[in-house]
């Protein structure tokens, strides 16, 4: 079946960065994209971007290009996203998801990681 | 594209047919899914396109809409269907609804 598995709980201090992890099992990786996706605390959820294992390709919102980086180590099946000059408003839970998109950004996803709390605090 | 759900919150009972809507800022063809997040979970989908079932998801979930338009209904509510409901566009850059929260009456 398909597994995304992602990394633990990240603490991290203002103006540090954050690597997060996603390893996926029960599919062929290179078949489908990955999406980012953020959860603030008791706010909806933000899609940040996506990338493709198949040729690198990553396709990132607005508001955080410049500051994230998506890439994948497509011999492990992981995927990672890196983000820098954590702020406060960084603190949620980040998600990766299985993205039918594989050679453009498609935003159809359908299968969810566990998710990773980033908290960034002094 | 903004997607607006309604209502925010509704309480319910076992066996009560729900209904969610969503509607978006503009004309998003059928490009829109579905899920429910349980309080500390990850989503899981419920509906694609508009109205397609996820593998594995009970025939009591069913979608429907077009355009700007849509909704969630369950059928006959049961206890693991408490829980947040948001849908979601891919029309363009993908964006969510604030959710629905379907509370026990």
């Known amino acids: 079946q398909v597994q995304l598995v992602q990394s633990g709980i990240e603490m991290k201090k203002p103006g540090a960065t954050v690597k997060v992890s996603c390893k996926a099992s029960g599919y062929k990786f290179v078949d489908y994209g990955i999406s980012w996706v953020r959860q603030a605390p008791g706010q909806g959820l933000e899609w940040m971007g996506w990338l493709s294992p198949y040729n690198g390709k990553t396709d990132y919102v607005q508001r955080f290009q410049g500051r994230v980086t998506m890439t994948t180590d497509t011999p492990t099946s992981t995927a990672y996203m890196e983000l820098r000059s954590l702020t406060s408003d960084d603190t949620a839970v980040y998600y990766c998801a299985r993205d039918w998109g594989l050679i453009k950004s498609g935003g159809v996803v359908d299968y969810w990681g566990q998710g990773t709390l980033v908290t960034v605090s002094s | 594209i903004q997607m607006t759900q309604s209502p925010s919150s509704l309480s319910a009972s076992v066996g009560d047919r729900v209904t969610i809507t969503c509607r978006a800022s503009q004309d998003i063809r059928r490009d829109l899914a579905w ?34 338009e849509f909704t969630l209904t369950i059928s006959s509510l049961q206890p693991e269907d408490f829980a947040t409901y948001v849908c979601q566009q891919h029309h363009a850059y993908p964006t969510f609804g604030q959710g629905t929260r379907v509370e026990v009456k």
């Open chain 2, 35 to 68: 899920f429910q997040q349980h309080p500390g979970k990850a989503p899981k989908r419920l509906i694609y396109g508009a109205s397609t079932l996820h593998s594995g998801v009970p025939s009591r979930f069913s979608g429907s809409g077009s355009g700007t």
